[in-house]
């Protein structure tokens, strides 16, 4: 079993910067992937960042060059640093993690960008 606990959302400026953290417990040792996926109101929920088993972080392309995605030397944390924050980057964020054809995914952290 693996828990999920996401922190760090908030509302911010447009322009502003967050830090979203996940903190994970229980069997997570080699995921097959891990990372942040994000539904805005009214939309799916689509990738942000993640990081697969072969060592590869994709990112969508409407965050590439502003979000950061990082994990922690202990591996059972993740972070997602968030720059250059737009109004359309409003939505719940939710760390994922998938193992052994498994999905567990946090309770979510809102992020509100808006003047």
């Known amino acids: 079993q693996v828990q999920l606990v996401e922190s760090g959302g908030g509302l911010v400026q447009p322009g502003g910067s967050l830090t979203l953290s996940c903190a994970a417990s229980?069997?997570?040792?080699?995921?097959?992937?891990m990372g942040w996926y994000r539904r805005a109101p009214g939309k799916q929920r689509e990738l942000v960042a993640e990081l697969t088993s072969d060592g590869n972080t994709k990112y969508a392309d409407s965050v590439k060059g502003r979000f950061i995605f990082s994990r922690g030397n202990v591996k059972n944390t993740v972070w997602l640093q968030m720059r250059g924050l737009k109004p359309e980057d409003t939505a719940v964020y939710y760390c994922h993690v998938q193992k052994s054809g498994m999905d567990y995914w946090g309770k979510g952290a809102p992020v509100s960008v808006s003047s």
């Open positions: 229980g069997n997570i040792f080699s995921p097959d992937a």
